[in-house]
């Protein structure tokens, strides 16, 4: 139901954009966003958005560098535009949603789609 793209190599200071397109049922799901996991590293929290709340939540460690966006027009995409990507930025990149927000919305647990990953690799 989830399908991301747009991960590739990108040299450290750069920029990319991640993309995530959800099936109609859900699209319409209150809360989608972003997860990540690094090789030999636990899952990790990355930012969601929140419908209902109409805001978005970061970690800690992306906050002022990536951008959560959902499409008005096209309600299904979903986007993560990443700034200033650091090597430590290097994983795979999980979209995922779920039905209601939850204020354990950092904990990958809550989530029951998920998307199929896509690698974005950090190195000059």
């Known amino acids: 139901q989830l399908q991301a793209s747009g991960g590739g190599l990108v040299e450290p200071w750069g920029s990319a954009r991640l993309s995530c397109e959800a099936s109609?049922?859900?699209?319409?799901?209150?809360?989608m966003g972003w997860f990540r996991q690094a090789p030999g590293k636990e899952r990790e929290f990355v930012g969601i958005?929140?419908?209902?709340?109409?805001?978005?939540?970061y970690s800690d460690s992306v906050k002022g560098r990536f951008t959560i966006s959902r499409d008005n027009a096209k309600t299904n995409m979903m986007y993560l535009q990443m700034t200033s990507l650091k090597a430590e930025d290097t994983a795979v990149y999980y979209c995922?949603?779920?039905?209601?927000?939850?204020?354990?919305?950092?904990?990958?647990?809550?989530?029951?789609?998920w998307g199929q990953g896509t690698l974005v690799t950090v190195s000059s």
């Open positions: 958005f929140s419908r209902s709340r109409r805001r978005t939540y």
């Open positions: 109609e049922v859900a699209s319409n799901y209150d809360v």
């Open positions: 995922v949603a779920r039905l209601r927000h939850t204020v354990a919305y950092y904990d990958h647990r809550q989530y029951e789609h």
